[in-house]
């Protein structure tokens, strides 16, 4: 056998040997254990409360002007819109008295001596000073104070007069659906029951409960 046929049988030889082990790379290990299969699977997100919407009721007393102070009562309905800024909306009641007048007027200044008043109200707060309380030395709770301010409507003595209210509040955030709620406002508006039409203003201080859902 010549050279030149070495080399060709040689060339041949190492020509198949390369596709075996191509032929081998390319299938995979028959003897491999775990076969790596990722299949897509629907992931459904957890629906967490957002907390945004608030309703309440609450007490305390309604000093309208002239005529001295009472118990009020009334709910409240209200919305977050941000972490600063939210509105709500309340219903207020109470029942004035003109005893006072009757001791120097006969008959006094309604035909009964009890009125009802009512009021509702839509306005629009922001918390000025979000903090902490701390109840014990190991607890602390979410404590915001905040600015509010609205218009509606009261109604006194078969008069319906628009009304005008702002102050001063603040909250104590028992848990994360609950608090207590803390309110002095002052109504304006105008009322003619002692022969002229005034303004009148009449301080309003309540507390009462909220709950977020």
Known sequence: MNTISLVCLTTLALLGNSGAFAQQTS??????????????????????????????????????????????????????????????????QSNVSDEAFRLVLPGGIFVSQEEKLSYYAVSAGYNILPGEAFPTAKRAKATAIYLIAGVGSTRFNEQRSQTINFGLGGRLLLTDRSALQFDIRDHLFSLDLLGKRQSTHNLEFTGGFTYYF
């Open 27 to 92: 299938r995979p290990d028959s003897n491999q254990v775990v076969v790596p299969e990722v299949e897509r699977r629907e992931v459904k997100l957890p629906k967490f409360p957002s907390k945004d919407i608030a309703v309440g009721l609450f007490v305390g007393t309604y000093a309208t002007q002239n005529f001295g102070a009472a118990p009020v009562v009334g709910a409240r309905l209200g919305y977050h819109i941000t972490e600063d800024w939210f509105v709500e909306g309340t219903l207020g």
